[in-house]
């Protein structure tokens, strides 16, 4: 099942400068996509999301930009920190009523001081 | 902020024996979710539970699976006879209400290994 695809498996980044962290979807049903960020040891954190009748959402250093024709979503974090340090998963649902998510595999994010 | 909070952090077990993780889900929420997350791969959906029923179960959530939402705050996934390929994270979500555009809120996963 690759409904949800992140493929680049790493991303090194200097501290202040701009992560984008990317994600490819198949299923033109999502209507909701998220993005979570996890450290070891522990469970998935929320980050972001943006409904699919948006093009663009913002909470402070992170946006997220989705081209619903390219299939298409971008995490932006600018400038980026060290405590930014982690794994990113990109997640949509279907606009079913059960809220299932479908994860990619993750971006792990090192930001360098 | 509350959170949803999972028991135990590792759970050891040999092959063939039942076992149960812990949740206890955001207290006013109402949608109930598993994920597994094998090590190196995906974060799997198991099963969505709303309303003390099942809403939708993956393929992987066999007769084998369970859930139970016994006294109205914790919320339960039981493995009647593991398998040694049930050796994964289990992450319990929740998430508040009616509208499905809502972030889901994790918890800290269990580890479980069948030995």
């Known amino acids: 099942d690759q409904q949800v695809k992140q493929n680049s498996p790493s991303l090194s980044v200097q501290e202040g400068r701009i992560s984008i962290l990317n994600c490819d979807y198949t299923?033109?049903?999502?209507?909701?996509f998220l993005w979570y960020k996890k450290y070891p040891a522990e469970g998935p954190t929320f980050l972001i999301s943006i409904s699919s009748i948006k093009d663009k959402n913002e909470d402070g250093r992170f946006t997220v930009f989705l081209n619903k024709s390219a299939k298409h979503l971008s995490l932006h974090i600018v400038p980026s920190q060290p405590g930014d340090s982690a794994v990113y998963f990109c997640a949509a649902k279907t606009n079913s009523n059960t809220g299932k998510l479908i994860f990619g595999q993750g971006t792990t994010l090192q930001v360098k001081p | 902020e509350p959170e949803v909070t999972q028991t135990p952090s590792h759970q050891v077990t040999q092959m063939g024996q039942e076992v149960i993780l812990h949740c206890v889900p955001i207290s006013n929420h109402l949608y109930f979710y598993w994920y597994r997350q094998i090590l190196g791969q995906k974060v799997e959906f198991l099963v969505s539970?709303?309303?003390?029923?099942?809403?939708?179960k993956s393929e992987i959530f066999d007769d084998q699976f369970s859930v139970e939402r016994p006294d109205g705050s914790n919320f339960t996934l039981k493995i009647r006879s593991t398998k040694l390929e049930d050796s994964a994270m289990y992450f319990c979500?929740?998430?508040?209400?009616?509208?499905?555009?809502?972030?889901?809120?994790f918890g800290d996963g269990t580890r479980l290994s069948i030995l």
């Open positions: 299923n033109s049903m999502f209507d909701y």
């Open positions: 539970f709303y309303n003390n029923e099942i809403s939708e």
């Open positions: 979500a929740s998430r508040p209400g009616q509208a499905s555009n809502q972030p889901q809120h």
